[in-house]
C-alpha cells in the first residue's frame, strides 16, 4: 500500500509559479513510476508529466513543456512539480500518480487527494 499526500497548491498570477509537492509512505517509493496528472473544471483528468520506474527518463505533456519540472527525491519519498509561466489554462486539480509499470499507460496504482492550483488572468 502506498499513500500519496500532494501540497502546494494556490492561487497564484499569470506568469507566476507555484512547486506541488507529493510525498509517499508505504512501500518503497523508488519501486514505482512517478508523475503528475491534473482535471480542470467539467473536463478528464490529463497527464502533466512523469518519471519511468527506474527514474531515469521523463515525460512531459506536450502543453507544458518548456515550463514544467518533475523532480523527485528519493531520500525524502517526494516528487515535486516545478510549474513556471504559468497560463490560465493550468487552472486544475492536480493529483500525484503511483504506477507499478508504467504512468504513461494509465493504469495507476495510486492516487493522491489532489490540489487545487488557480492562475488568475
Known amino acids: 500500500q502506498v499513500q500519496l499526500v500532494e501540497s502546494g497548491g494556490g492561487l497564484v498570477q499569470a506568469g507566476g509559479s507555484l512547486r506541488l509537492s507529493c510525498v509517499a509512505s508505504g512501500r518503497t517509493f523508488s519501486t514505482y513510476a512517478m508523475g503528475w496528472f491534473r482535471q480542470a473544471p467539467g473536463k478528464g483528468r490529463e497527464f502533466v508529466a512523469a518519471?519511468?520506474?527506474?527514474?531515469?527518463?521523463?515525460n512531459y505533456a506536450n502543453s507544458v513543456k518548456g515550463r514544467f519540472t518533475i523532480s523527485r527525491d528519493n531520500a525524502k519519498n517526494t516528487v515535486y512539480l516545478q510549474m513556471n509561466s504559468l497560463k490560465s489554462d493550468d487552472t486544475a486539480v492536480y493529483y500525484c500518480?503511483?504506477?507499478?509499470?508504467?504512468?504513461?499507460?494509465?493504469?495507476?496504482?495510486?492516487w493522491g487527494q489532489g490540489t487545487q492550483v488557480t492562475v488568475s488572468s
Open positions: 518519471f519511468s520506474l527506474r527514474g531515469g527518463v521523463t
Open positions: 500518480a503511483a504506477a507499478s509499470r508504467s504512468v504513461l499507460t494509465g493504469s495507476i496504482d495510486y
